[in-house]
C-alpha cells in the first residue's frame, strides 16, 4: 500500500513555511488525538500518519530530501521517520502542552529547579481621593488583608527540624509521563502538583504553606499631579510565595471624585460663574476660588456675551513628574434678572426704547435675515 504525499496528510502547500506548518498539524491533531476518538482505530491510524508527516516536514534536512526523492529518501536506512529523536519529542510535548494545557507544571517554575517556590499573587487595591489631593499629593495608610511568609518555617512549609523531601512520584522533575495510546505525553505530577516536593511534616503554623494571612499596614505617597486611573505599583508587597517563594507586588488604582466646582480635563481645570446684566454690559470682575484654596479675580470687559471662556494661566493641576502647570478656563453666563420691580421694569423698557442695531447688532442681525428670509419666499409665490 503506497503512502500518502505528507503535505496532503498536513493539508498545507509545498510553499507553506514552518508556521503553516505546526498551525495545520496543530489542527488536525486536536481532531485526530486518540484522547478524542477513544476506540477510533480510523482516527488512530490519522493521527500516526500525521505525526509521521510533521516529523519529516518540520526538519529542514528531512524536508529537503522528501522534496527531491519522496518517500523513498527515507526508505533502505535512510534516515525515515521511524522512531522519535530527541529534539522532536522536545517539540511535540511543546506543542502538546499548547494544545491540551498540559504545561502547568513547566510554567510555575515548579519541578527540581524550582524547589516547589511559587511566586505570589499580585494584589489590587482601589483608593478614592479628591482632586485638592491629586493636586497636593498625599500620604496614606492602608490596611491590607494578605498572606505574609510564615515565620516559624522561614516559609518553607517543614515543620522545625525537617526539610521538603523530593517527589517519589516524579522523582523531583514536577511531570510525568503518561501513555496516550500509541503516544507517551508528560503531565502535571499530580502527588506534588508539578513543585517536584513534597512536606511529609507540614509546619503546624502555616499548614505547609509556607505563607499565613494576615493584615499589613503599608505606607503609600501619591504625588501631585496624578489622573484618574494611575496605577501605582509596589514592589513586592503583594501576597507572599508559597513555599518561600518570591512575593508579588501590589497595584494600587486611583480613582479622583468628583468635584463640586471645577472639571477636569488632563492638566485643565474648568468652571463656570454666572454674571449680571450690568456686569456684563458695562464692564466688571469678580472672584473665583481656584484648587489651591486661594482666589484669583477675572475681570470681565465691557460687552461680554454668555458663554465667553476666560483663561487663568498656572491655576490648574500640576503634570505629574513635572513642573508644568495646567490653567482655569471660566465661563461666564450672563444671567436674565428675575422678579422684577415695577420700577426696574420702567427702566428696561425706556432701556429698550433707546436701543438700536448698534447696540444690540447680533438682534439686529438675525431679524434683517429674517426679513430677508420671508421676502425671497413672498416673490417666488408671486
Known amino acids: 500500500m503506497s503512502k500518502r504525499d505528507y503535505y496532503d496528510i498536513l493539508g498545507c502547500g509545498r510553499d507553506a513555511d514552518d508556521a503553516a506548518l505546526k498551525s495545520a498539524f496543530r489542527k488536525k491533531a486536536m481532531q485526530y488525538h486518540p484522547d478524542r476518538n477513544p476506540n477510533n482505530a480510523e482516527a488512530e491510524h490519522q493521527f500516526k500518519e500525521l505525526?509521521?508527516?510533521?516529523?519529516?516536514?518540520?526538519?529542514?534536512?528531512?524536508?529537503?530530501?522528501?522534496?527531491?526523492?519522496?518517500?523513498?529518501?527515507?526508505e533502505n536506512g535512510g534516515g525515515g521517520p521511524q522512531g522519535f529523536?530527541?529534539?522532536?519529542?522536545?517539540?511535540?510535548?511543546?506543542?502538546?502542552?499548547?494544545?491540551?494545557?498540559?504545561?502547568?507544571?513547566?510554567?510555575?517554575?515548579?519541578?527540581?529547579?524550582?524547589?516547589?517556590?511559587?511566586?505570589?499573587?499580585?494584589?489590587?487595591?482601589?483608593?478614592?481621593?479628591?482632586?485638592?489631593e491629586a493636586f497636593h499629593g498625599k500620604s496614606a495608610q492602608l490596611r491590607i488583608p494578605t498572606t505574609a511568609?510564615?515565620?516559624?518555617?522561614?516559609?518553607?512549609?517543614?515543620?522545625?527540624?525537617?526539610?521538603?523531601?523530593?517527589?517519589?512520584?516524579?522523582?523531583?522533575?514536577?511531570?510525568?509521563?503518561?501513555?496516550?495510546?500509541?503516544?507517551?505525553?508528560?503531565?502535571?505530577?499530580?502527588?506534588?502538583?508539578?513543585?517536584?516536593?513534597?512536606?511529609?511534616?507540614?509546619?503546624?503554623?502555616?499548614?505547609?504553606a509556607g505563607r499565613v494571612t494576615k493584615e499589613r499596614v503599608l505606607s503609600v505617597n501619591i504625588p501631585?499631579?496624578?489622573?484618574?486611573?494611575?496605577?501605582i505599583r509596589l514592589a513586592n508587597e503583594g501576597e507572599a510565595g508559597f513555599r518561600g517563594g518570591p512575593?508579588?507586588?501590589?497595584?494600587?488604582?486611583?480613582?479622583?471624585?468628583p468635584h463640586s466646582f471645577f472639571q477636569?480635563?488632563?492638566?485643565?481645570?474648568y468652571c463656570r460663574a454666572p454674571v449680571s446684566l450690568v456686569t456684563a454690559t458695562l464692564g466688571g470682575s469678580f472672584e473665583v476660588p481656584t484648587v489651591d484654596g486661594g482666589r484669583a479675580q477675572v475681570k470681565v470687559p465691557e460687552g461680554t456675551q454668555s458663554g465667553k471662556r476666560f483663561r487663568l494661566s498656572g491655576k490648574g493641576m500640576p503634570v505629574l513628574r513635572s513642573k508644568v502647570t495646567g490653567d482655569l478656563y471660566v465661563q461666564v453666563d450672563v444671567e436674565t434678572p428675575r422678579n422684577l420691580t415695577k420700577r426696574q421694569?420702567?427702566?428696561?423698557t425706556e432701556f429698550d426704547k433707546e436701543s438700536s442695531k448698534d447696540t444690540q447688532p447680533e438682534t439686529a442681525g438675525f431679524f434683517a435675515k429674517a426679513k430677508a428670509f420671508w421676502d425671497g419666499l413672498a416673490s417666488k409665490e408671486g
Not at 247 to 257: E, R
Open 51 to 74: 505525526n509521521e508527516a510533521y516529523q519529516v516536514l518540520s526538519d529542514g534536512q528531512k524536508r529537503a530530501a522528501y522534496d527531491r526523492f519522496g518517500h523513498q529518501a527515507f
Open 85 to 132: 529523536g530527541g529534539d522532536f519529542s522536545s517539540s511535540m510535548s511543546d506543542i502538546f502542552e499548547e494544545l491540551f494545557g498540559m504545561a502547568g507544571g513547566r510554567r510555575r517554575g515548579g519541578g527540581a529547579g524550582g524547589g516547589g517556590r511559587e511566586r505570589g499573587a499580585d494584589l489590587r487595591y482601589n483608593m478614592d481621593i479628591t482632586l485638592e
Open 149 to 208: 511568609t510564615c515565620e516559624v518555617c522561614s516559609g518553607s512549609g517543614a515543620k522545625a527540624g525537617s526539610k521538603p523531601k523530593t517527589c517519589g512520584t516524579c522523582g523531583g522533575h514536577g511531570r510525568v509521563r503518561a501513555s496516550q495510546g500509541f503516544f507517551s505525553i508528560e503531565r502535571t505530577c499530580p502527588a506534588c502538583q508539578g513543585r517536584g516536593q513534597v512536606i511529609e511534616d507540614p509546619c503546624a503554623n502555616c499548614g505547609g
Open 224 to 231: 501631585a499631579g496624578v489622573e484618574d486611573g494611575t496605577r
Open 247 to 257: 512575593s508579588g507586588d501590589l497595584y494600587i488604582f486611583l480613582s479622583i471624585q
Open 264 to 269: 477636569r480635563d488632563g492638566q485643565d481645570l
Open 345 to 348: 421694569k420702567e427702566l428696561l
